[in-house]
């Protein structure tokens, strides 16, 4: 554990203004108090208009990103933080913005080899310009069905659907432009779903405790993962050891390959013949009351107020 300064002022940065606002501002509040009870001095920023002159009048000792979507995940408020010399938990801009892209961080993490379900990226101007009726008959040729729909950048499942029906697929890609101009569409992989922690200490990055997520719906969608009840969780996941230790060492390996920091989540399914798919990796997870970083932090036996104060520790040492 780092040496923990007191007097140390720490800037949570939370809401913003992108679809996932409500859940940012939740992250940001339950993180704050996690870091009061560990004795730091916590102030709670909405990241707004008025962020910039903050960060230059008041200049806190340190930053937490706890923005989820937009700004705060593809480097937007990370290069801010840059310019102004704010040392802050989390991935830098650059590789926020590897992350932030779903089929750039497919394309890198099977580019070494991992398993990710088969896909394609489809923009809206392709459909406008190429009529939608044949693009959507090559995109099933090439995928087959199952598919499962989800815009090529954003977070929280906003977006995301799953077509069985070949019939379904035109109201289903209206639904997910509505959340942006490109489509990922990739193979549904039926299976295990599991999401993965990874940690930066002075060891390197650790993955926790992969969590099984187990929806009432079968889907993992936004109500799904916001609403209590809707979906059982199990930390550590029931996994066999060799499946276990796989999904460890693809968050590890995402995490090192996006070239991300401090801390990540991998989000992976294992299918029936225990292969490991990469699905996305978020840079800024979750932290609310159903996240699942809470909960893998619990099973490690440890605690968000210590990791993150620990993460705090690091970011203020760093020489960048």
């Known amino acids: 554990m780092a040496e923990r300064k007191a007097e140390r002022t720490v800037a949570v940065l939370a809401g913003g203004l992108s679809h996932e606002r409500d859940v940012s501002l939740r992250s940001g509040r339950r993180l704050s108090v996690a870091l ?28 937490v990103v ?49 398993a990710t379900p088969n896909w394609v990226v489809l923009p809206h101007s392709t459909f406008r310009e190429l009529g939608a009726q044949t693009v959507l008959d090559a995109m099933v040729e090439r995928l087959g069905l199952p598919l499962i729909l989800k815009p090529d950048q954003g977070g929280s499942a906003l977006g995301a659907q799953v077509v069985r029906d070949a019939a379904d697929l035109p109201a289903a890609m209206v639904g997910c432009f509505a959340y942006g101009d490109t489509v990922l569409a990739e193979q549904y992989i039926e299976g295990t779903e599991v999401a993965v922690t990874v940690i930066e200490g002075a060891e390197g990055p650790q993955a926790l405790p992969a969590v099984e997520i187990v929806p009432e719906s079968g889907i993992y969608d936004y109500t799904a993962r916001y609403t209590a009840g809707l979906t059982d969780f199990f930390t550590p ?3 066999e050891a ?5 999904v460890a060492e693809l968050a590890v390996g995402a995490h090192r390959l996006l070239g991300l920091r401090d801390i990540s989540r991998t989000d992976a399914i294992v299918g029936s ?48």
């Open 36 to 63: 009061r009870d560990a004795g730091l001095t916590v102030q709670e920023w909405d990241t707004d208009a008025s962020l910039i002159g903050r960060l230059r009048d008041e200049r806190p000792d340190a930053a």
């Open 237 to 239: 996941a029931r996994l």
């Open 273 to 320: 013949d225990g292969t490991v798919h990469f699905l996305e990796v978020n840079s800024s997870p979750g932290l609310t009351e159903t996240s699942t970083v809470p909960m893998a932090l619990e099973a490690a036996g440890t605690s968000l107020g210590t990791v993150f104060g620990d993460l705090i520790e690091r970011a203020a040492a760093r020489p960048d």
């Open 66 to 114: 706890a923005l989820h979507g937009g700004e705060g995940e593809n480097g937007s408020v990370q290069t801010v933080l840059e310019m102004f010399g704010i040392p802050f938990v989390g991935t830098h801009s650059q590789g926020c913005r590897r992350a932030w892209d779903k089929p750039i961080a497919k394309a890198l993490v099977a580019g070494a080899d991992f």
């Open 242 to 246: 060799d499946v276990e230790k796989a």
